[in-house]
């Protein structure tokens, strides 16, 4: 069974590869470096209980309701869930650490008691440059913290 903490992050859930390189420069459409302020995003990929998918998918739906008007500094809160029910992936992208711990807030004080009991597995990959109360907030999901490695976002 996953800790609350492992789940800290609104159920940060990976949606395939993560566009967003925040916080670092990348190239731009016109070969110019592109700074992405203080922005972090994550993603989170989870296995989901045999029978639990329905479930999620109405937790899912209050989640992101509440995230989209309440939250302005949450800029992404995307949901997918694989054809046979087993796996879901999730996108998240704050404007900064703050709007993250702020999300992480209401996450744990209206969802984390009932997500848990519908997942089995998570795994959580964080891009940017989180502040350390984010860092020490995610800590017990274990993250992977990923760095820039090259490309372009249009």
Same mark, same amino acid.
């Given at each position: 069974m996953m800790s609350r903490v492992m789940l800290v992050g609104a159920v940060i859930i990976? &949606?395939?590869?993560?566009?967003?390189?925040? /916080?670092?420069?990348?190239?731009?459409?016109q070969g110019e470096d592109d700074t992405m302020g203080s922005e972090v995003s994550w993603m989170y990929a989870v296995t989901i209980k045999a029978g639990q998918v329905d479930a999620l998918r109405d937790l899912i739906a209050e989640m992101a309701s509440r995230a989209e008007a309440n939250e302005p500094g949450t800029l992404e809160y995307h949901w997918t869930i694989s054809e046979d029910g087993t796996t879901g992936? =999730?996108?998240?992208?704050?404007?900064?650490?703050?709007?993250? &711990? %702020?999300? =992480?807030a209401s996450f744990n004080a209206n969802f984390a008691d009932r997500l848990m009991p519908l997942l089995d597995s998570a795994q959580m990959f964080v891009n940017g440059d989180p502040s350390p109360a984010l860092r020490q907030e995610i800590? /017990?999901?274990?993250? %992977?913290?990923?760095v820039e490695a090259g490309g372009f976002i249009r």
């Open positions: 990976a &949606l395939s590869a993560v566009s967003v390189f925040a /916080g670092h420069a990348v190239s731009n459409a992936h =999730l996108r998240e992208r704050y404007e900064s650490s703050e709007a993250a &711990l %702020t999300h =992480l800590a /017990g999901a274990q993250p %992977t913290y990923m």
